[in-house]
Every structure is written in structure tokens, then in C-alpha cells.
């Protein structure tokens, strides 16, 4: 039995709320059960200097906390003049699974930044910020083409995370932050609608975890990304 | 007649939703038209080591703007690694409002912190930051005397704030972005319920002002200020 | 009876010393009582990047404190490695004083940066910084339109500025440090010599104060400019 | 065929020098290939404060790159100031793999520091210095047993770990820097001698891969780490 | 003939105004020529932590420079966030020459810090900083045992500092800026009153010197110090 | 007696091995007896900004020290977020002896930085530091002549370093760290073959020291480079 009464393959209640920022090109307010992120995508049609000239764009992220999304407070990151290995590890990983689906060339001299900003955190802060910034992406892109400024869709599928882990000796989907804190084993998993694996990160907590228990995890991850691509789909009309 | 359409005196639609964040002690989205900031309020049952041993508590607070809160995306300061000269400016003139009004040594040894993050920027983020921190203090205070962890309230009265400026030669109440980004003179007003002023700033963008704009800006405020302290009494159900 | 015996509306005597520093295009070592600031001016004759092309200059100003100007010797922020809130903040009102009175189109595309470096303090540190920073863009200012490389006087009125206070329940004219440590409402003004207000800060350090408290204040920082508009002009022979 | 000639299952020559450091209590000079990296492991009999009264010891890690270990010539992060992204995300990873086979309530109130310096970099440098932080922490445990401060062993299994990838097409083991650079897929494999998974990290560089992928590659590091065991059991003479 | 049309073995005016500054335990305005320093002695009766409890106190020294002390702007180190490695190699040395003239166990357990910031440069700031420091740690001393605090002087002897270099060919005392800038070789000597040499750093600018031209630096270095021995004398009136 | 049985004028074993790193323009393994030096030459075709456009090069050095080169731990200063002043005066003091013996007209518009790393530490590590500079210097330059991309040798002489100090009353030379902690005065020579002083930086630890210990140490000095500079030479095959 999981804390929170779940079925061991139930994700939580996922509530994608596209356009949530005034002023930001593509948004969405992300909800994961109570975990809450609010991205943005802000679209810029020019590079920083060390990516121009090639004749492609760029997608990046950046992931932030405020201070009392969590149980207790904890100490903001401007404040303390530097962000942590845990954040620049989280917003490195954003990045890189949205530019899994995307074509640089086709995307053309622009950049495009998600800000990840967890407002409330139950667990899986990163895998929300994911799956919500995929459809601040889309949105974002969408923009692009309706003012004519891009031909061809540069977006090649969609993309997805879900954590997966060991809780109890059971391998359950999408760990709230009860469970998490608990799990002997920890992983994300990063997925395409398109079927494909684009990240997977297995880390024991305690004592290592077997061949068998990954794959466990890896189809429990298949049932909870495809939630997560309906919800998507719904929250970008397509 | 204001690009808004309002009146000189009149405030934009404030609204103020109490027990928005799920873990803090106390917390409020306060909404002043399309400026949204949310502020929790998070207690410590101990003090900093340099405030200790005086029995006296102490009320502090921060204040961080998401990077696409506004119409452009800014940099974000915790990847800059330091908070801007106005972030500073801000944070510290939201604590000495909220400490205005309230009595430390009725506080006792402890420290509430004020987070104050601008989730969308339009225009007198500091004001609508001081205006909800009281709500978020003021349910963590009641939270902390729900416990019976304190006999005799330490909040003495309501504080609350509102910019006004002069706009196209005119005194105007509550700026949104459009009229502040234009504005002759621009000033910030912090004032209790019981009538006295906390803080007053007043500076000229232009040309210098006078003794008599400076009476009209503060007339205005006052105005300003009833309909907050309303909406605090509402928020709060004092 | 004030601590120093001082009349409510007498002024600290004003010292102004013109052209102290060796290398400087203007500078001034400013006196009020015991307070000492060095203030210098340098001229740039191009702009930082960010500001050039737009055919304006720009006048901007940094702040900083001997680590033993001070009863106790407060830490270098140099060794720190970052500035305070407080300088930052104070750094903020002079640059911004100053330009209130420079008419940027007319200066042209140069810089002109104002240090104001307090080698002894015994309160009103930042009055007294503007004040003198005035005595030190006139002395640079002079000089560009000697060398014939400005036609037009860009100064457009003098700058002043002085702290009021009341202590012990009265109203009094620029405070000591041992009167700032101990008022209950503690207010910064800077004004031109047009009569007009560039700048009010009033703070409540104790009660909230009400707007007769506000007008009065307003009154005795009147007769203190005044006082400090005619050094000036003794400091610059005009 | 690969760019080195090697079977695509071949590891390169793996070196293991132990006690290579003259000060420190445990070290390995760990080559693979060209990778070569300095391991040093550091005792202290007392832990940082947040740490203490646990009973408790702990196990931590430092990563680095001499600025010029690489093709061209990095910067030195300690000039910039700063550790990237990239090294803490590296230095997190040794830290949790060795955690994963010491026993903290063993090793008592102590902590032990593992220093990993690439001294020479082509490919592999987290996977070589996780590898050799297992020989370096072998000699300093075996130190303190032999000093008869620990009675029972704290290192419950031996942890390697190893980088395999999908190149041209095929899945290979050990990636040098020319490979790596080039990989479609490149995934981490931290493995004990016991036969159990501590960390699967593996991430698609460009398009997506399937979940037969990751199972070639999960093989292909089982006979990697079993190279490394052995070659780990001769360095420490066990 | 030198620019200043001194002889080789002239001193510039040395000038030390004891009691320069109002707060500091001690203080001296110490000029050589064109470049002033002003060096205040903080007197602290608790040490550092990482120097308690081990019966000795501590003198250090701190280094500064107004950033417009020079013929062009500097910026100005808390602004940059960091201090220089010139600048930190000058506190070094301040400090390593005072405490060679300083028996720590005599002056117990209190640190004394010796702030040295350069209002106007003009070459040799080092060494006037060295020369003006004794005189207010003298003094700050003198003030300890006046309060009966500590019975026996636990400073040794006089310490000054002066630079020396070989400028046009011509072994030259006391360089300013104008030589400074030209000098084949330049050199800095710290003596005490007792003959004694407390560190030479002699360095070739352009062609390496000789032994002959380290040794007659060496003797002009003796001919200025006894200069400032003779000026600190009559500064604190020994 | 010394503490290694080393005669006064005895130099530990000096070993140099050129072309130790794989990748860099030139490189030193450099061991003065337990004191070992890891430096690589990296050469930049482009100068940075501030350097460009006067038709001449510039030769940078970079010092570091792994964490456990020494007894104990150090921390890492890159984890730190800053390099130690003492780091920097050695960098310093690296760059500026190779620049005395490099023309900078004739090495032409591009940049050369030594970095020196210490992997292990036993005394003496700046002055192996630059002798083994010296060798990847000449490696580097060599590299860029066999190119015919310079076709003067701009290297003018050797350049090398080693320390002296008065150890129990005798002068001796090349300090070990016993030696070193113990030390009474700790002296630096930075010489040329061609028999020129580049930089003497002799530091009293505990008394002053006088003229003739000065010179003891100097000839020592001269018996220590000579022996370095016939290791160059062989390190070179000059």
C-alpha cells in the first residue's frame, strides 16, 4: 500500500495550464498531484555570441526553487550568490531533454529559455518541469510559425518524465515526496511520444538494485509518459 | 485620462488569496491587477546567532522576480550569483514596513521570514509585496497563537503600501507598468491602520516636483491604502 | 536640547574643500561636522556599451566607507567580496540626485563617475555625499567646457541634500550619529536650488510618524539646504 | 570498427598504481588509456558540524581537470571562481557511488575525502576516477583497521564503474574522447562486485534510443567492471 | 638627473600626521611627497577564532586604494566583488613587516588590524603604508598600556619600508610614479631601527641586474629608512 | 646537520621529464627531491582582448596545488570559489621570471601560459614551478619554430629558481618542508644563465636578518641554479 493510496502504476492527478504567464511566448503551470512549476518559454531571435554563426538555434533551461515550496524553508539561491550542484544538475537535464526533440537547423539563429520555477513541491519537481515545459516549447514554437518566422516545425515529437522507484520493496510510479524520501531506489526516465528513451537515470539510495528492477521501473515509466503525452496534447489542442 | 482607462484615485482590482502555498505558515497571492506576487511567511523557532539571547524576535524578508515575469526576460540572480542593487533596495524596505508594525519583544525568540517572489510584473511589485506580507504574517502570527506559543498579539495594526506618481501632470494612484515607465515623479507610500506613515519615497524621474505634488501624491495614498487595509480584513476574516 | 547643543534647524558646519584630490578631473572634500566625505569626479570621454549611440551621456556614482571611518571598525567589502544593501543603496540616491540636475543630451556621449569615499562618519554620510558630488561634477563639468570640448552648460541648478530627523520628539536639522541612532523617524531630502524636490525618504524607525511630522521636516531641510547651496557656491567661486 | 581498433566489448589497458601519493592515507593513479587520474583519499577523525553526533561517518568526493589535461586548453575553475555544472554533477556521482558500498554506521564518526584529479583526459574521466576512488578508500580503511580504530570492515562490496555507447551504429565499451565525442547514445554504468546497480545513467545525444540499447550496453559494462574488479583486487592485494 | 630633479639618494618630504583619524586606537596620515595613505589601528580584544586560546595575539593589515587615488580611474574592488592579487600581495606584506617587529606573546590575546588605504598615489604606496603603519600601531599599543592592559611593550623596534630601482642607469631612493613607470629594475626594502633587514623584493623589470646593483639599492634603501625611522620618532614623540 | 643529512650547499635530486602530457605545446615533470611539478606551455594564436594589437605576445602563468599534495588536506580553492592571495603571488611571480627572459616582440601576437601544478609537495613548489616552466617554455617555443611560424628565437636565456634560508644559524640551500616550517629566514632567487638577478625576495620569519646573510644566501642561490639550469639543458637536449 502506497502512503498516498495509489496503485502502484498511478500517476497523480496531472493538470497542464497552458498560457498561464502574460507576458512569456509559450507558458504553463504544470501540476503534478501538489507538485506545482510554473515554465516559461522565452523565445530571443538572436544567440549569445559563442552560438552564432552556425546556422542553428538553441533550446536551454534554467530551474529554480522559491524558498518555501518545501516542507521547510530553504535558503534562496540568489541570496547565497550561487545556485547548487542539485539545481544546475536539474536545469542541465531540462535542457537537454527538450533539445532531444528538437532540430536546431530547423529552429534557425534563435534561442529559446525555459524557466523552470517550482512554486510547491511534493517530488518530481524535475520530471514536472520536463513534461510542462514541452508544452511552454510548443507554444512558443507555434508563435514562431504563425508570424510566418519558421516553415518548417522543428519540434520532431514530444517529450516526457516520469519518476519511477523502489518504495517498500515495490516498484511504484511518480514518487511524491513521502515516498521519495523513503525509496531505496530513485530514477528518471525522459521518453519520446515517438517510443524512445532519451534519458535514463537510476541511482540506489541504499542497497544496489538488479537488471530486473530497472526494467520494472522502465515499463512503469512507459504507463506514467503517456498520461503525461494525453494531458500534453490536450493542453496544446493537438 | 490614464492609458488604463481609471481614475486618478482609482486602485486596479486588488485580490488576495490566503493559504495559497501549502507548507508555510502563513502565505498570500496578492494580486494588484495584472501584478501577482506570492508571499509566504515561514517561522523559526530560533533566531540567527547574532540576534539571539536578546528576547526579542525578528521579522525579515526577501523578494525575487521569476526571470519571465516581465516583458522581457531578465536574468535570473541566482545563476548571476548576486542580487541587483534594486532587489537589495526592495527586500530591505519590505522587512522595516512589516517590522513597523510589529512588536519584537512580543514576538519573542524567534524569526518569521517574508518571501516575497513576483510571479508576474506590471507595475508595483514592492507595494503589492508589503500589502500581502502582511497577510501571510498575520496568519502565521494567529498560527503560532493557535498554539498557544504566544499570550498577547505582537502585530500592532495593519501596514500596507501603494505608488503613486505624477503622470502626464497628473497625480495618479497606483501605477501599472505603462504609466510608471513614464512617469514624472514617482513615489512609494507605506502607511499603518491607524493612521501614520512608515515610509515615504519620493523621487523625481524628470524634472524635480514640489511640496504641493508631494501633499496631492500622499492624498491619493491614503485612498489607496483604505482599500487595502479592506481587503486584508476581507483575506483574513478580521 | 540636542546632544550637541545645537539650535533645532542649525546645520554641523559645513566645510568644502575643492580640488583635494591630486588627479582627479573634479573633487571635493566635503565636511559636515565630523562626517568627512572625498568625493572625486572622473571624466570618461566614451561610454560603456551598453549606454553608447544614443547620443547622451550618463553621470553615475559609487559609495564606500573607509573599514575605520566608524566607532568600531566594520569588515572591508572588498575582502568581503561584495557589496552591502546599504552601500548599494546609498550608491543608487547619489547617481540619481545628480542626474536630476544634468541635462544628459547636453552633456554628450561621456561618463562622468562620482566616488564618494566617507574617510571619517558621524552620521548624514550620504547627504553629505551629494552635496559634495555636486562641488565635484561642477569642477569637471567646467573643465570639458574649458578645453572647448562642450558648448553648453549640461548643469542645469545645484543639488543638495540633508537629513532631518526627530529626536526626542523634535524636529531637528541634520543629525549626528549619536542623534540618528536614537530617532524615532529618520528622513533623507535632496533638493535643487530651483526650490524643487528631487528626493524625499522618511522612515519610521520607531512609531509611524504623521504628515505634520513629514511637513515640518520638510521645512528644516529647506533652511539646511540653503546653507549647504551657498558653500557650494563659495566652493566653486559662484 | 572502431577509431582505436579495439572489439567493441575491449576495454583499454587498465593501470591501477596504488599508494602513488606520498601524504595522503589511501591514493591511486588509475589510468585507462589515456585517461589518467590521481586519487587521493583523505581521513579526518572528525566531521563538518552538520555532520556530527550521528553516529554516523561519511563519504565524500572532489572532482577536478588540470586545465590543460584536455586537447585544448581549459579554463582553471579555480580563476573563474567557480565549479561547473559539469564537475559537481561529476563529483555528486563519485561521492553517491562509493557511499553506496560503505557501511556509515561502520565507519563511525569520521569522514573520508576522495580527491580525483585528471591529470590526462581522453575519455571516461568519472568513470575512471569512481574506479579508482575504490582503491584509494580500500587503502585508507585498510589504514585504520590496521591502527585498530575500525573492528569491522565498513566496505561491504567493491564499485566500478565504466562508460558504454552507441558509435557508428554499434554499442561499445570504454569510449575514448574520440568515440564519446561522436556517440549517438553515451550512458555511465557504476556496478558492484556483488553483482547489483548503483547508478544507470544514459542519455541520447542525438535521436532517442530503445530499450534494447540500453540492455547491449547494460552488458557490455558488466564485462567492463569485471575487468575493473579484478585489476582493483590486484592494486590491493586482495 | 631624475625627473624631480632629486638627488639619487633625496627622499621625496615625508610627512606623519598622528591621530589623523577620530575613532582608531591609532592613526597616521603618512605622506612621501605626492602619495597618502591614511592607516588606522583597530585594536580588537578577542581573536579569530582560528587563532584563540593559544596565548599569542595577531597583527594583520588590510590594503586599499580609492579607485580615482590614481592618474586614471580604477574600478574599485567591492564593486568588482574581488580584491587584486597586487592588492593581496601588499597586505601580505604590510603585515608580515609589522609582525616582524612584534612579539605576539607579549601583546596577548587581541588582534590588532592595520587598515592602509591610499587616498593619493604616487608611487610607493607599499612603502609608505609599511612606514605610516608603524607609527599608529604604536600608538594603538601605547593606548593598550595606558589602560594599564599590558605591562610589557611588545613592540621590538621602529619598521619602515622604502622602494628603490635603477632608473636611466642610475641607482635612484624613493621612486615616484614617473620613475616607477620607467625603472629597469625595482625594489622594496623593509629594515627595522636595529639594522636589521625584514624583506627584500627586488625585480628586474626589463634585463636582469646584478649583485653590485642589488647591493647599492640595498645601501640607499638604508639612508631612506633612517629618513622615516627619524620622521615615525617625531611623530610619536620618542 | 640538516634534517635530510644534506650537505649546506647540496641541492635535493632534480629530475625533469619533458613531454610529459599528452596534449600540451610543451610540458615538465619537474621533482626537486619530493616536491613534484606537472607544467604544460598551451599556445594561444590569439591574444585576449586587452593584449591586442601592439605587435606583441605575452607569457601567463597559472599555479596550483592538489587538495593532498601536503600533509593535510587543503581545501580546493576552486571549491572555495577563490584563489588564496598566496597563489596568486606565486602565479605572479611565475609569469613576471619568464617574461624576463622571452622578448615579447619577437614571440609576436600570441599567448603562452605555464600552468604549474603541484601534484605533490615537500617544499620549494614556486621555484620548481618556474624551473620547470622553463623547459615546457622552450618545448612550446621550439614547436612553434619547427612550424616556421617564428623564425628569431624569442627566448633569451634560462631562467630558473630555488630557495635558501637560514636553517638553526646556516644558510643552506633548497629548504625541504621541514626545513621550510622551521626556518628562520626564507629567501627566493630567480636567476638567468647568463648570470643575472630577475627577482630576490628574502622574508625574516622570526629575526631580522643583515646584510651578509643576505649574500651567503645569494651565492648558495647561484650553486642551486646552476645545477638547474645543466638539468634544463639536458631536459632540452640543449
Not at 538553441?58 to 550542484?85: C, D, F, I, N
Not at 524535475?126 to 519540434?155: E, Y
Request: glycine fraction near 10%; charge should be neutral.
Amino acid at each position: 500500500m502506497r502512503p498516498s493510496g495509489r496503485a502502484p502504476d498511478a500517476m497523480r492527478s496531472i493538470e497542464m495550464i497552458p498560457g498561464f504567464a502574460l507576458h512569456a511566448e509559450g507558458s504553463c503551470l504544470v501540476k503534478f498531484g501538489n507538485t506545482h512549476v510554473l515554465v516559461t518559454a522565452s523565445v530571443e531571435e538572436r544567440l549569445p555570441p559563442w552560438l552564432r554563426g552556425k546556422g542553428s538555434g538553441w533550446v536551454t533551461a534554467e530551474y529554480g526553487m522559491l524558498p518555501r515550496a518545501t516542507h521547510t524553508r530553504g535558503s534562496r539561491e540568489a541570496a547565497k550568490g550561487k545556485q547548487s550542484g542539485r539545481t544546475q544538475e536539474i536545469q542541465r537535464l531540462i535542457g537537454r531533454s527538450l533539445r532531444a526533440v528538437t532540430d536546431m537547423k530547423l529552429l534557425g539563429e534563435r534561442q529559446i529559455t525555459l524557466d523552470c520555477d517550482v512554486i510547491q513541491a511534493d517530488g518530481g519537481t524535475r520530471t514536472a518541469s520536463i513534461s510542462g515545459a514541452w508544452v511552454a516549447l510548443r507554444m512558443a514554437i507555434d508563435g514562431i510559425m504563425a508570424k510566418n518566422n519558421l516553415s518548417v516545425d522543428p519540434l520532431l515529437a514530444q517529450v516526457a518524465a516520469v519518476s519511477c522507484g523502489i518504495h517498500n520493496g515495490n516498484a511504484v510510479l511518480d514518487l511524491d515526496y513521502v515516498e521519495d524520501s523513503d525509496a531505496g531506489t530513485d530514477a528518471n526516465f525522459v521518453m519520446t511520444s515517438t517510443g524512445g528513451l532519451v534519458e535514463v537515470q537510476a541511482t540506489a539510495e541504499g542497497a544496489p538494485y538488479d537488471e530486473e528492477a530497472l526494467l520494472r521501473l522502465l515499463r512503469l515509466a512507459r504507463i506514467g509518459c503517456n498520461d503525461i503525452f494525453a494531458a500534453q496534447r490536450v493542453a496544446t489542442g493537438r
